[in-house]
């Protein structure tokens, strides 16, 4: 059976415009090549907060931190590898391991769909000139930790409210510690933003 181990590392988002986020210093515990993906993933959602990330959006890259160059890509078993004894080289000479997330494209702001009713939610977003629907947006910018005056309270507010508090707990991760969508052997990070969509789309 496969022992866990951990890599540590620094880790760069670098965008398709060539802008990076600053380095930033990670963790993670592995058995695998899988595993080591599925928790990068979950690194990257982290800091791209509402932003759904999944693996096929990017590029993995690695390098030690003084060395040239595009460094070297890690895309499949075979590249694990030789990451793997790249790794402990690099760790034995008491340097520092720099992992490289390239973009292949411009994000946009995707969202998880749980069901077709999010489909419809989506149709929702798209400006409209009527003045009700300017109304709805302004609302809707209302943050969900801020507690409305009365008279702006409705049941509408109030079920979205409920239904945060409940996907909330019911896909609170304990491994994570905040909510989390499972989706087979990956978690992806469930922020307010998804959670507030996802209950306005139930109460419609």
């Not at 895309?75 to 992992?99: G, H, M, P, Q």
């Not at 003045?131 to 049941?155: H, V």
């Not at 052997?185 to 996802?198: A, D, E, K």
């Amino acid at each position: 059976e496969p022992l866990s181990f951990e890599i540590k590392f620094k880790l760069i988002l670098k965008f398709s415009d060539g802008k990076c986020y600053p380095a930033k210093w990670e963790f993670i515990t592995v058995e695998d090549f899988y595993e080591f993906k599925n928790g990068l993933e979950n690194l990257i959602q982290l800091q791209l907060e509402d932003q759904v990330i999944f693996q096929d959006d990017y590029i993995i890259s690695y390098k030690h931190e003084k060395g040239s160059g595009l460094g070297t890509q890690l895309a499949s078993t075979r590249d694990w590898e030789e990451f793997l004894k790249e790794y402990n080289c690099i760790t034995s000479n008491k340097k520092v391991l720099v992992i490289i997330i390239t973009m292949k494209k411009k994000l946009t702001n995707k969202r998880i769909h749980f069901s077709d009713e999010d489909d419809e939610e989506t149709g929702k977003k798209k400006k409209k000139s009527t003045s009700d629907d300017r109304n709805k947006r302004n609302k809707e910018k209302t943050s969900l930790n801020q507690i409305p005056k009365e008279k702006n309270i409705n049941e509408e507010d109030a079920e979205i409210a409920k239904n945060v508090m409940e996907l909330h707990s019911k896909w609170y991760c304990n491994e994570h510690e905040r909510s989390c969508y499972v989706d087979l052997t990956r978690h992806i990070i469930l922020t307010t933003n998804h959670l507030s969509t996802w209950a306005r789309s139930i109460v419609s």
